[in-house]
């Protein structure tokens, strides 16, 4: 994907940087801060927009290729935007032995897209995920921050139609 | 010298908590699993038909994981003066029955309960119900016929009314035929037989006499040390924690041990690095304390990343309070002005436990400036750790703490001479520190009576894959991987034969069948060519193929080194390409020992556990199952695509065929 050349700064959106020196305020005068920021922002954002880093490397004095350096390197942040809604399959080696490949194929097919990617309507991200811990419930999804443990292939129909239908129904949760 | 302000402190505020609530109580287990399998519904579900029914004293609570993770949502009752009772998958239908039923009508929920771990060996208290199952798997389940059995004999003897005979989810015991368990004494009977129903209702419950014939005497192979507050407590409560004894090692330790007798204990405790690697505590703290420097840090390591592991998750989640504490005696016993926790973004309930368990212990005065009156200054923050698996090493830890990307730096020198910020550090992992304050207080000794050798105490593990009942187990060290598998947690799936058992994770190796008799200590299972590893333990069973195992822990690694070194870097990718290509029968025999080579290289030459430890899961599996490569190379494209076939559907070769 291509980034989007920078705005100038004046031409940030002035609540964007609102948002940026509240996350400084209260994280100035500890150490350690710079990855805490950028998980505030990603859990405002659901991604790190390329504003919000640029006023964060203006206002630290971290060059912008440091807080790139971060953000590349760790699987957690998401530089692009995702899909309304996130659907991640857990692929932690207990789900794998029981057949988290399987789920995965089955919604691949279905939404016509790949790990990793959106469909065109950006309404559902399809990712796989190491380990969400729920080992026991073998193999698990989370569905839009939901856990959803002991799922067959033939869960999968039904779960994409509920996220289209609760959608359609403007109803979010 | 015992300093009297702390001491008096605390009990000033021990008091200021008061007694734990007389009355009845419903527990649910809220922890990530419970919450997946419905807990929160259940929760709420419990509040208001409570509140329907009329039972305003019965308080509805919070609780960590019980364990117990294959029957999740469990949900433990306690009625006045009457030992609880636990209940496993509970759906909406069966928490109306307890309401119903057990609250209001003082009845048990039939075909739920989980019988208490306890065995019992005489019958003081006269028997209130029985529990009964049929633990064999051939044939048809018989627990019904020995049930009503029961009833009739009862009924017989006029006692019908006063005792209630229930079908048990789960006793503990498995493939011991039908099995008995008289309440509230715990006495245990198994194997019994159609013509033994009478002999126990006439001879143990009317007379009091237990058969010996038929005792089940074995102790539960479970010792929950790390666990003990685990599903007892609401991990949201600090009253509950201080209740329950947590804290209580803390002031012990600022009232009379100091910080060289809490090092003292650790070192008599025998307690080594539940991480993985094994480095004994007391050791390593005292290294950090001898280190001068004008400030030092403790750092939990709770970047649980091991895939199939789920134990650092559960403690956090369910008896935070208990790793704080041990934190804070790290720092104590180092010499340490703050604490951070490195908790996993992807565990977002751990983490907001952990920081409303800081929050609660600072307002109250066990974290923050002079701690108890002690004079000594101590604080604790939360950082995010950020989806990299190399995190859990030491020094990129570190690197992740102060911000920067997660490559690890070469040791010596040690964190524990220079760490954070170029600080002396000691990093201890989730299930080190929550055994720490058990330690302190019943003493190190205490702890170093159970286990073997040089692997002392207890170790939980994260029991998976394809096994019966997969769940969180705390055994004593030198248990075998035989009675894990099999007498705690039930035995494999299906009852499909067991091919291996998987420890340590990526950085672990497999067990073949053959071995599962060697009991579980650091050096038994290196010998064997695995780790302890923090404690992930994935059943295998015959369907599963070796080559795509070793192939997927592999790719793992591969995709979480940081790039930094090149035996790591290259060698893991080009092991993948070969194993990759054997796995589509194209592989020649020379591929193995080129495997092997470069193994070899990756194990010597990488800079940290990663790329050291990656190798693990292939040589391990070359090493026992290398028949399972040749099939491969020898079967050409045919026999490669027939195997992918059965893999993707989840047969056996056989069937595929």
Known sequence: MNAAPLPPLEEIDPALSEEINSYLEEWKDKEGNLIMMLHEIQDRHGFVPREASLLLAEATGVPMARIYEVLTFYNYFKLVPPGKHNVMVCNGTACYLKGAGRLLAELESRLGISDGDTTDDRLIHLETVRCIGCCGMAPAMVVDHKTLGKLNPTDMAGLIEGIRKREESGNDQ | MINRQVKEEFERMLGNVGEEPAGSWVRVGMDTGGIAAGADRLFTQLREECAEAGLLDTAVLRAGSFGYAWIDPLVEVRTDGKPSVLYGVVDESVATRIVNEH?????????????????????????????????????????????????????????????????????????????????????????????????????????????????????????????????????????????????????????????????????????????????????KWQLTRKSEAERKFVICNADEGDPGAFMDRSILEGDPHSVLEGLILAGYAVGASKGFFYIRAEYPLAVARVGKAIAS?????????????????????????????????????????????????????????????????????????????????????????????????????????????????????????????????????????????????????????????????????????????????????????????????????????????????????????????????????????????????????????????????????????????????????????????????????????
Not at chain 2, 115 to 139: K, M
């Open chain 2, 103 to 283: 609250l209001s009508g003082g009845r048990m929920v039939d075909g739920h309960v989980i019988a208490p771990r306890r065995r019992g060996s005489s019958l003081d208290q006269p028997v209130t119900a029985i529990l009964v199952q049929d633990t064999s798997c051939e044939g048809g389940d018989k627990s019904l016929f020995l049930q009503s059995s029961i009833e009739d004999e009862l009924k017989a003897h006029g006692l019908a009314e006063e005792i209630q005979v229930v079908r048990a989810l789960d006793m503990g015991i498995y493939q011991e035929g039908l099995v008995v368990q008289l309440l509230p004494s715990c006495v245990t009977y198994t194997n019994v037989l159609s013509r033994d129903i009478a002999r126990i209702v006439e001879e143990s419950v009317s007379r009091k006499a237990v058969l010996d014939d038929l005792l089940w005497t074995r102790k539960d192979f479970q010792d929950r040390i790390v666990l003990r507050h685990c599903g007892n407590l609401d991990p949201e409560s600090l009253d509950a924690a201080l209740r329950a004894g947590v804290y209580q090692g803390l002031a012990d330790s600022l009232a009379k041990h100091g910080a060289e007798g809490v090092i003292e204990e650790m070192k008599a405790s025998g307690l080594r690095g539940r991480g993985g690697a094994g480095f004994p505590t007391g050791v």
């Open chain 2, 361 to 657: 212990a600072r307002k109250l005065g066990l974290l923050g400036k002079n701690i108890l009156g002690s004079g000594w200054d101590f604080d604790a923050e939360i950082r995010l750790g950020a989806g990299a698996f190399v995190c859990g090493e030491e020094t990129a830890l570190i690197a992740s703490i102060e911000g920067k990307r997660g490559s690890p730096e070469p040791r010596p020198p040690y964190p524990s001479v220079k760490g954070l910020w170029g600080m002396p550090t000691c990093i201890n992992n989730v299930e080190t520190l929550a055994a720490v304050p058990w330690i302190i207080v019943n003493g190190g000794e205490a702890y170093a009576s159970r286990g073997m050798e040089k692997s002392r105490g207890t170790k939980v593990f994260a029991v998976t894959g394809k096994v019966r009942n997969p769940q969180l187990v705390e055994v004593p060290m030198g248990t075998t991987v035989y009675d894990i598998v099999y007498n705690v947690c039930g035995g494999v799936q299906d009852d499909i034969p067991i091919k291996g058992v998987q420890t340590g994770g990526p950085s672990g190796g497999i067990i073949p069948e053959k071995f599962l008799e060697t009991p579980v200590t650091y050096e038994n299972l290196q010998a064997l060519g695995s780790i302890m590893g923090s404690g992930g333990m994935l059943i295998m069973d015959e369907n599963d193929c070796m080559v795509d195992v070793a192939a997927f822990y592999l790719k793992f690694c591969v995709d979480e080194s940081c790039g930094k070194c090149a035996p790591c870097r290259v060698g893991g990718y080009q092991v993948l390409q070969l194993l990759i290509k054997i796995s589509r029968g194209r592989g020649k025999p020379e591929d193995l020992e080129q495997i092997r080579r470069i193994c070899t290289g990756m194990q010597k030459a990488s800079l940290c556990g990663l790329g050291q430890t990656a190798p693990n899961p292939i040589l391990s599996s070359l090493r026992y199952f290398a028949d399972e490569y040749n099939a491969y190379i020898e079967g050409g494209t045919s026999y490669a695509r027939k195997r992918k076939r059965a893999l993707a559907e989840g047969k056996s070769l056989k069937e595929a065929v």
